[in-house]
Nanobody, 126 residues
Framework: QVQLVESGGGLVQAGDSLRLSCAAS????????MGWFRQAPGKEREFVAA????????FYADSVKGRFTISRDNAKNTVYLQMNSLKPEDTAVYFC???????????????????WGQGTQVTVSS
């Protein structure tokens, strides 16, 4: 069982940066692949970034590639999403998700993952 808590969201201007954190409970965090997702008002949840249990494999949505970086610190049971050059279209609630014993590639799906956080709001003004 894993509980996920996101933090770090807020209101920023276009071009600014934010770093989101997802803290996980449990002693087996290092065995979980992790993903970040977002959902804007009136839109479906979409994949943002994924990382393997070791951090050696990462995937990004085309819309964030080159601007966002996913990373993890297994000693701190935390996964991060560094978001640079933010745009108004990045405005959304951001969620992290975890999957045990799965690949990072499998975390690129927008649903079906075992564990989800409650989300953190990111608002980018123009």
């Amino acid at each position: 069982q894993v509980q996920l808590v996101e933090s770090g969201g807020g209101l920023v201007q276009a071009g600014d940066s934010l770093r989101l954190s997802c803290a996980a409970s449990g002693r087996t965090f290092s065995s979980y692949a992790m993903g970040w997702f977002r959902q804007a008002p009136g839109k479906e949840r979409e994949f943002v970034a994924a990382i393997s249990w070791s951090g050696g494999s990462k995937f990004y949505a085309d819309s964030v590639k080159g601007r966002f970086t996913i990373s993890r610190d297994n000693a701190k049971n935390t996964v991060y999403l560094q978001m640079n050059s933010l745009k108004p279209e990045d405005t959304a609630v951001y969620f992290c998700a975890a999957g045990q014993g799965v690949t990072a590639w499998s975390m690129t799906k927008s649903d079906g993952h075992a564990y989800w956080g409650q989300g953190t709001q990111v608002t980018v003004s123009s």
